[in-house]
Nanobody
Framework: VQLQASGGGLVQPGGSLRLSCTAS????????TAWFRQAPGKDREFVAA????????RYADSVKGRFTTSSDNAKNAVYLQMNSLKPEDTAVYYC????????????????????WGQGTLVTVSS
């Protein structure tokens, strides 16, 4: 499956953005999907995930209550709605997917995901 992330851009602190990730090939309903991000000079970090099957969601503590991930099977897409953005949210955001239903403790692990999109840059700055 090929993933394509979009929706990044420049936004002021406190603003909102919605990232989209679309897939070619199999439908997203057959995949566990996740968002990761990598800020300049930092390691990649987990942001959010939805597990296939039961749609269990997990979020990084740093985005909980501000970010929401969702899926739209009809559009074969997953989304990351980002509200109350902060400068520290500035990063390249990547969507990722695996056909496996990961146990909850593994949803945050980047090496569990076989498929990755190309990344979309989010810059939060005044």
């Amino acid at each position: 499956v090929q993933l394509q992330a979009s929706g990044g851009g420049l936004v002021q602190p406190g603003g909102s953005l919605r990232l989209s990730c679309t897939a070619s090939g199999r439908t997203f309903s057959a995949y566990t999907t996740a968002w990761f991000r990598q800020a300049p000079g930092k390691d990649r970090e987990f942001v959010a995930a939805i597990r296939r099957g039961d749609s269990t969601k997990r979020y990084a503590d740093s985005v909980k209550g501000r970010f929401t991930t969702s899926s739209d099977n009809a559009k074969n897409a997953v989304y990351l709605q980002m509200n109350s953005l902060k400068p520290e949210d500035t990063a390249v955001y990547y969507c990722a997917a695996t056909p496996r239903g990961l146990i909850t403790s593994r949803l945050r692990e980047g090496n569990e995901y076989e498929f990755w999109g190309q990344g979309t840059l989010v810059t939060v700055s005044s």
